[in-house]
């Protein structure tokens, strides 16, 4: 679902980190084939904060009170109205970053990321927006 504003839950910027596919499966093979043992994180090193998103994406960032935005979406979730198709307990994630460093898969494998957070959001937001031109095209012809 396609929401025009984004929230910064407490007003606060939240950070996220994306992953590109094709980095994901260059890592993989990576540490595969230097029979690396233990775990790895598997994203660049950058992350892109809430309100930057949202202006990559054409949108509107405000600030509200986690507590509201909880409870409008228990409220929708629990009539099952289509405005939000995810349940309250995920606006726990989106208040409380969660980034992560690729420090030991860069620093001992050697690895480099070819796509960014950012470049990763663009590759996903294009695809996103072409997946809408496509559906509403397909209404309008019915």
Known sequence: ????????????????????ED?????????????ARGPFNIS???????????????????????????LATTFWWGLHLPIFDFPPSLHDF??????????RLTDELGFQFQYSAEETLMVMWHAHQQ?????????RKA
């Open 1 to 20: 679902m396609y929401l025009p504003v984004m929230c910064l839950l407490d007003g606060v910027d939240t950070p996220l980190q994306w992953v590109h």
């Open 94 to 103: 989106a208040r409380y970053p969660w980034v992560i460093t690729p420090k």
């Open 23 to 35: 980095d994901c499966v260059a890592a993989t093979w990576t540490i595969l084939m230097h029979s």
């Open 44 to 70: 660049p090193p950058d992350w892109v904060p809430i309100s930057k998103v949202a202006q990559l994406t054409n949108r509107w960032h405000i600030k509200i009170p986690l507590w509201s935005a909880k």
């Open 131 to 139: 997946r809408r031109r496509n559906a509403e095209g397909g209404m």
